[in-house]
């Protein structure tokens, strides 16, 4: 294990937690029912697992792929390859888990610049695309010979016609800088903060609110490519009513379970390496004595540098 500074708030794993995790991990080589994955971290490969996974138990599904580039995973890598190869290879085991959706189900997909096109190819192969979000991941020292690559698309699909999207769950507190006041003088739709004055607004798909997390964060992990929790509540929150049900079949170190578990909502979740399903075990465990997400605080979403407000004029509700 590697030696941290003081500060580090690194989530790990000592060689204890790992024996002890491991026997909550579920084993599945046969056809499961709903009720026995749900809340479950499964360890297998998503192409071999679909088969045993039940129908239509899924209200959304948050698909982190390996990008089309060279990355190691912990013991596994992923190998970069021809665009059409990476296309067939998202579509082999994609149009697989299609049948665990529900008829209203939303399935959102990540990807780079690179990846992006084939994500759209087979996304609509099975579903209605209804947008594209970009988001700012801001981090990394930049490239000396191109521009620095700081943004990643999430591919938004539905099902159906019929889906989930609560628009009041996922507005943004924003800063006001150029105020309007009616006619008495009294603010005209924004409210007065001690340091920032600002208004709700309704969410769009640049979003440049989310920070990456890094050591001094609480949710840090060493997963190479680690989402924010705030990506995710966003997500979560505008596909999902409490207790439905949120899938992710490559689920790395555990951000959407940990996200769904803080949101009320039931999740199931899947990893093909053994360490990282138990770092997600440990983050549950974790998320049973804190709740909170970073940059969202009392129902509301946050810009950066916000937090004295956040604290004094939060709407009085439990993130709950």
């Given at each position: 294990m590697r030696n941290r500074a003081s500060l580090n708030k690194t989530i790990k794993l000592s060689k204890k937690e790992l024996s002890e995790f491991k026997n909550d991990i579920l084993k599945v080589d046969k056809k499961i029912s709903a009720d026995r994955v749900i809340n479950k971290i499964i360890c297998n490969e998503i192409e071999k697992l679909s088969s045993f996974l039940p129908d239509k138990f899924v209200n959304l599904m948050f698909i982190d792929p390996p990008y089309n580039i060279n990355k190691k995973f912990n013991l596994i890598s992923f190998k970069s390859m021809q665009i059409k190869a990476y296309e067939l290879w998202l579509e082999k085991w994609f149009s697989k888990i299609i049948n665990t959706l529900k008829d209203t189900a939303s399935v959102?997909?990540?990807?780079?610049?690179?990846?992006?096109?084939?994500?759209?190819?087979?996304?609509?192969?099975?579903?209605?695309?209804?947008?594209?979000?970009?988001?700012?991941r801001e981090k990394g020292r930049g490239a000396k010979t191109n521009w620095k690559n700081c943004s990643e698309d999430i591919w938004f699909f539905t099902r159906s016609k019929d889906y989930t999207f609560n628009i009041d769950d996922v507005k943004l507190r924003r800063k006001v800088l150029a105020p309007y006041r009616d006619g008495k003088g009294n603010p005209k739709d924004w409210t007065v903060g001690e340091n920032v004055n600002f208004r709700d607004t309704s969410p769009s798909n640049i979003w440049t609110d989310i920070s990456v997390p890094f050591w001094s964060m609480p949710e840090n992990t060493d997963h190479p490519t680690q989402k924010p929790e705030k990506l995710l509540a966003k997500i979560i929150l505008a596909g999902t009513n409490e207790g439905d049900v949120v899938f992710d079949p490559f689920l790395g170190s555990g951000t959407t379970a940990v996200v769904a578990k803080k949101l009320n909502r039931n999740f199931v979740g899947v990893d093909i390496d053994e360490y990282y399903c138990c770092l997600a075990l440990k983050r549950l465990r974790d998320a049973e004595n804190n709740e909170e997400i970073q940059g969202y605080s009392k129902n509301v979403f946050w810009e950066r540098n916000t937090l004295l407000d956040q604290k004094k004029y939060g709407k009085n509700k439990s993130t709950k």
């Open positions: 959102y997909i990540c990807g780079d610049w690179k990846s992006t096109g084939a994500i759209l190819n087979v996304g609509t192969k099975y579903l209605e695309v209804k947008n594209r979000i970009t988001w700012e």
